[in-house]
Each structure stands twice: as C-alpha cells, then as structure tokens.
C-alpha cells in the first residue's frame, strides 16, 4: 500500500489549489479515503472523507463550502480542490487510507501548502 | 465536539528505558482510540487501535491501555527510532479527532 500526494505549493489568499493523492496496492472502490491536514496552530485536524462507493462527502466545518474532495477511479486519483484559501489553511496536507469508521491505517507523507501574499 | 488532550507536551527518557504517554477524551468514547507515530518527512504511521490492539507490523514493546476517557501509550524499550511524536485520535464520534501530540525525546 503506498499513498502519495502532489500539488502543494505558495499561494495567495483567497486563490485556489487542487492537491492530489496517487494510491497503489490497493483500489479506491475498496475504502473510503480522508483528507487530513497538520497546521501549526491546530496539529492534525480531520477535513474530508470520500466514502468507498463514491457516495455522500462530508465534510468539516473549517472547511465545508470551500474544499471539495472528489477522486478518479481510473487513476487510482483522490483529489482535494481547496478554494478561497486563507492563511490559516497553510500545513501539510495528508491523505489517508479508512481501516473503518475514521479509523487511518495508512497515510501519504504529505505535501506542504503555504498560504501567503 | 470532543477534544482530545495529550501530557506531557515533551517527554525525556533514555533509550531502553521505559516511556508512558497519556491521552485523554473530553466524552466517553469506548475504546475507539488509535496512536500514531510521526517522524520528520515521513507518513504517520499507526501503532494502536481499538485503545490496545497493535497494528501489523508492530512491534511487541508498543502497548495499549484504557477506555472510556483515559488511555496510556507505553513503550517499554526504547529504540531509537522510537524518538518521535505520539498523537492519539479518537474514532467514536464524528468528527474524528486528533490530540496535540508528544514529543518523545532522547533523555
């Protein structure tokens, strides 16, 4: 099983990034994938969950209206676009493999954004 | 929302010494308790889940302990890659939620 996230970067307040989590050893029709973010202020803060049958995304509330988490099966792709950043959204940002019910068994090493003018 | 709470911030012990960690939930959550490990540049990686089971791969100084709202993370032998910090997340109720963390730090 290996994860691997992409798309990190510098960007300006309220300009959008989208990230995205290449998976193998397994399928994303197999387990619900998450989103999770490090930030210095908050440590590691659950965002975002694609259920395995690709069904309702939820969502938390520091977020909920401006990222969207939303995947490629055929590219064994998990996406995050992150719209309307704010400075407070800077930190590593984590995807991760669902053992069960928010439960991580494996994680990317993450990919840095850094929201900034 | 529940609020996970991990002491000490830092803690200092000498290799192949023992080190305990706490964490501590702000409701009853059963056992649904995970540790994680995390290292510069590298994925965090599961230790435990369901409060005391280890995960594949784990070896047998890593161990579990607690329910409802105390848990304890101990290590009986310290290696150095063992150096790290701990966070401990809870899976009982939505959303899931991650303590701050310790940091393990040779002595």
């Known amino acids: 099983v290996q994860l691997v996230e992409s798309g990190g970067g510098v960007v300006q307040p309220g300009r959008s990034l989208r990230l995205s989590c290449v998976v193998s050893?397994?399928?994303?029709?197999?387990?619900?994938m998450h989103w999770v973010r490090q930030t210095p202020g908050k440590g590691l803060e659950w965002l975002a969950v694609?259920?395995?049958?690709?069904?309702?995304?939820y969502y938390a509330d520091s977020v909920k209206g401006r990222f969207t988490i939303s995947r490629d099966e055929s590219k064994n792709t998990l996406y995050l676009q992150m719209n309307s950043l704010r400075a407070e959204d800077t930190g590593v940002y984590y995807c991760?493999?669902?053992?069960?019910?928010?439960?991580?068994?494996?994680w990317g090493q993450g990919t840095l954004v850094t929201v900034s003018s | 929302e529940i609020v996970m709470t991990q002491s000490p911030a830092t803690l200092s012990v000498s290799p192949g010494e023992r080190a305990t960690l706490s964490c501590r939930a702000s409701?009853?959550?059963?056992?649904?308790l995970a540790w994680y490990r995390q290292t510069p540049g590298q994925a965090p990686r599961l230790l435990i889940y369901?409060?005391?089971t280890r995960a594949t791969g784990i070896p047998a100084r890593f161990s579990g302990s607690g329910s409802g709202t105390e848990f304890t993370l101990t290590i009986s032998s310290l290696q150095s890659e063992d150096f790290a910090v701990y966070c401990c997340?809870?899976?009982?109720?939505?959303?899931?939620?991650f303590g701050q963390g310790t940091r393990l730090e040779i002595k």
């Open positions: 409701q009853n959550i059963n056992s649904n």
């Open positions: 997340q809870q899976y009982h109720h939505w959303p899931p939620a």
């Open positions: 050893g397994f399928t994303l029709r197999s387990s619900a």
């Open positions: 991760a493999k669902d053992r069960a019910n928010y439960l991580f068994d494996y």
């Open positions: 694609m259920p395995y049958d690709g069904s309702k995304t």
């Open positions: 369901g409060a005391s």
